[in-house]
């Protein structure tokens, strides 16, 4: 799938309010919501621009249009991630239950599991505007497990990189399972997977 066309939206020449930071957040926080609840392909920028109190006209003075918004919207979905996994680790949670209660909040939400699921797949395609985000996932979540309370090291017969690779697989395939039948404990498998991934060999030293 090719990016959206269309006149909404359809690329323009930005004014001078297009590095307005506070602002741009405010719409990348609608567009979050927007694409959460309409998918990115049904979202329109009228709708976005609503959320933020803007008209169309004003949003277009800070974004080209959705496929420059997608990224942006991404990335402050990421970061907000960030922040609920550090208030997570400060209130102590067991490293294997972190991931999960990060995710809880989106398990939790039919509707933006499919339109999550959907974006994903869409993004496989290399032409479409959230592909760099996708293909940057796995050495982002690498990061945040080397320096986080359950490090994800190499194995005798995994790479890190090849864990990290496998609990991405296991979360998207977990969002299917859990969309199939809503009873299943889907977050629950995957803090037993996590600690499966992280769990190291014992040494030669050890018992």
Partial sequence: MTPSQGDDSAPR?????AGTPTRRAQITEAALASFAEHGYERASLRDIAARAGLTHAALLRHFAGKDELLPAALAQ?????????????AAELPGDQILSAVLATEFDDPDYQRNWLALSVAATNPDHPAHAFFTGRRERMRTRFTDGPLPISDSEHLTADEKVTLVLAMVDGLRIQALLDPSRDALGLLTHFMRIVAAQPPTEDGP
Avoid at 13 to 17: I, L
């Fill in 13 to 17: 020449r930005r004014g001078k309010g």
């Fill in 77 to 89: 979905r990421e970061a907000h991630e960030e922040d609920l996994a550090a208030r997570i680790m």
